[in-house]
């Protein structure tokens, strides 16, 4: 059974930092995407960043380019997203993905699991 728990989020303030944990379980990843996603109330969810596990390869939306860093640990078997300089915009529930065949996607639906999410807050 795959799973994907994240853990992290929290409230901070504008111009701070926090750092996603994802960990996953289930299965061998070494072939899939790893993704990051994030859902402001009443918006859709939307694409943040992705990683290959198995490459390091990496894709990011322009919204979050320079400020966000997706990275692995394959010991721990989990995924990070770094999160600087962090704007009121960037609050939203995040979540965490993974899909088989989504190469470097950012479209939600190329992937198979998803984690429950966590709370991301940025204050002004």
């Known amino acids: 059974q795959v799973q994907l728990v994240e853990s992290g989020g929290g409230l901070v303030q504008a111009g701070g930092s926090l750092r996603l944990s994802c960990a996953a379980s289930g299965r061998t990843f070494s072939s899939y995407a790893m993704g990051w996603f994030r859902q402001a109330a009443g918006k859709e969810r939307e694409f943040v960043a992705v990683?290959?596990?198995?490459?390091?390869?990496?894709y990011y939306a322009d919204s979050v380019k320079g400020r966000f860093t997706i990275s692995r640990d394959n010991a721990k078997n989990t995924v990070y997203l770094q999160m600087n300089s962090l704007k009121p915009e960037d609050t939203a529930v995040y979540y965490c993905?993974?899909?088989?065949?989504?190469?470097?996607?950012?479209?939600?639906?190329?992937?198979?699991?998803w984690g429950q999410g966590t709370q991301v807050t940025v204050s002004s």
């Open positions: 990683m290959r596990w198995g490459g390091g390869n990496t």
């Open positions: 993905a993974a899909g088989n065949k989504a190469w470097l996607s950012s479209r939600k639906y190329e992937y198979d699991y």
